[in-house]
């Protein structure tokens, strides 16, 4: 009886490691597919952000007519820009000094009015008016 107690109980344990490995293989296979359905989710709330960010930073961004690199978005004019950049020439100074000068000093009324012929008349008021 003894050895049909043993052989019962290892029967019992076969059956619960293989009802455990049923349950391993299931919980393994529901992970995956949360970490797929997560990933997912990542991916839109990402695209979702990008989508609200965009025309947050055209409303609200700062309003220079200088185009500023957008993530994603090419730029047509890249090569052109840096082909008409001029190389610079050795022999030219870094600082180049312009001299200074003296701004005209703005006319007056005396001067403006210098050579208009004007003459003082002196009326006299009666007392009454």
């Not at 100074?93 to 009324?109: L, Q, S």
Request: aromatic share 4%.
């Amino acid at each position: 009886m003894a050895g049909n107690s043993k052989d019962s109980k290892i029967l019992a344990y076969k059956d619960m490691i293989s009802q455990l490995n049923t349950t391993i293989t299931a919980q393994t296979e529901l992970i995956q597919s949360l970490q797929k359905t997560m990933e997912a989710d990542r991916l839109e709330k990402e695209t979702l952000h990008q989508q609200i960010e965009y025309p947050t930073k055209k409303l609200f961004g700062t309003s220079s007519e200088k185009w500023k690199d957008m993530e994603g978005q090419l730029n047509l004019f890249d090569e052109a820009g840096q082909e008409a950049e001029p190389a610079r020439d050795p022999e030219l100074p870094d600082g180049i000094i312009v001299p200074e000068h003296m701004r005209k000093a703005r006319r007056t009324h005396a001067e403006l009015f210098k050579n208009v012929p004007s003459c003082n008349e002196i009326i006299s008021l009666l007392e009454e008016e």
